[in-house]
């Protein structure tokens, strides 16, 4: 059976790379591969790896990836976790690519490491346990570094007896600290838009549109992915407003888990994936007359391509 950390994460480090600029504030975690198409090279790999035994920590690879260098393709280091029972998934850079901010999936932890160097070492600068009793919100999932000395944060689930709804908040980059949510909190009217499931989350600041995707409850598939777990909806934000506009429904049991904008001037759109149903949507706006344009977002999500 499948668990919630089948997918780990990856991080490259770019010699000579001192941060990311985004022009309304956010970045992303994965943009740090963007130096490559200013001729440059990533020195380090940073693998999230998880513990083959219950009583040992997770830890993080560092892997040489420049071909010009004599440690190319190999594990040049490793820094464990503090605590067993994290269980690294995703984990981000902080704005200025100085610190990584990684979250434990399972133990609901955050970790702050300042890279060292020329980033073959880190050191624990902060560890925070509080997200769950400040925020009501459990599995810590995406991050998404601001320009504003925080980070975004996605959050599979709720400290819920069903662990329902996901959400959004945002951290302290510095110490890891829960700042705020972004968007609604974890009790919600019945009548609000959502979202009722939470995995991912993209932006596209021009637009002031956001996308997050579904997955499903921690609760249903936690200990085993089934199809039955998952969720079918994706949604659309408003990013100034901080709340959902519109949902789409995908498909029964489609569980949509990564959605990405292009990222080129002009182009309104992003890739969403849904393994439950084995399809990769196209959603739009090529008209530029809003994500929001119909209640049914016939014109958001009209293109499906399976295989």
């Not at 040049?76 to 200025?96: K, Q, S, T, W």
Request: charge should be negative.
């Amino acid at each position: 059976m499948k668990t919630l950390a089948t997918c780990l994460a990856i991080l490259g480090l770019i010699s000579g790379s001192p941060g990311i600029s985004s022009a309304a504030g956010y970045g992303n975690a994965q943009d740090c591969a963007h130096g490559s198409r200013q001729g440059r090279h990533e020195r380090f790999l940073y693998v999230a790896t998880i513990a083959q035994s219950p009583s040992d920590p997770d830890f993080i690879t560092v892997v040489g990836v420049d071909p010009r260098r004599h440690d190319f393709g190999q594990i040049v280091n490793r820094i464990d976790m503090p605590n067993v029972g994290d269980e690294l998934h995703h984990f981000g850079y902080a704005f200025d690519q100085t610190r990584l901010i990684v979250p434990g999936l399972f133990s609901n932890r955050f970790h702050i490491f300042r890279i060292n160097g020329n980033g073959k070492s880190m050191t624990l600068d902060a560890i925070n346990e509080e997200l769950v009793a400040r925020s009501g919100y459990i599995i810590p999932h995406r991050v998404i570094a601001t320009s504003r000395g925080n980070a975004v944060i996605t959050m599979i689930g709720a400290a819920t007896d069903n662990t329902r709804p996901g959400g959004v908040v945002e951290i302290d980059d510095l110490t890891g600290a829960f700042t705020t949510r972004f968007g609604p909190g974890p009790g919600r009217d019945p009548n609000d838009l959502g979202p009722k499931y939470m995995y991912d989350f993209d932006a596209l600041d021009e637009a002031n549109r956001g996308i997050s995707t579904a997955f499903g409850p921690p609760g249903l598939c936690g200990t085993g992915i089934a199809p039955t777990c998952l969720g079918d909806e994706v949604a659309v934000w408003d990013l100034q407003q901080q709340e959902v506009i519109q949902v789409a429904n995908l498909g029964t049991n489609s569980g949509a888990l990564e959605v990405r904008f292009i990222d080129e001037p002009g182009v309104r759109r992003a890739f969403i994936n849904t393994p439950g149903t084995h399809a990769v949507w196209l959603a739009d706006d090529d008209g530029n007359d809003g994500w929001a344009a119909s209640s049914s977002m016939a014109g958001v999500l009209p293109h499906r391509r399976t295989g």
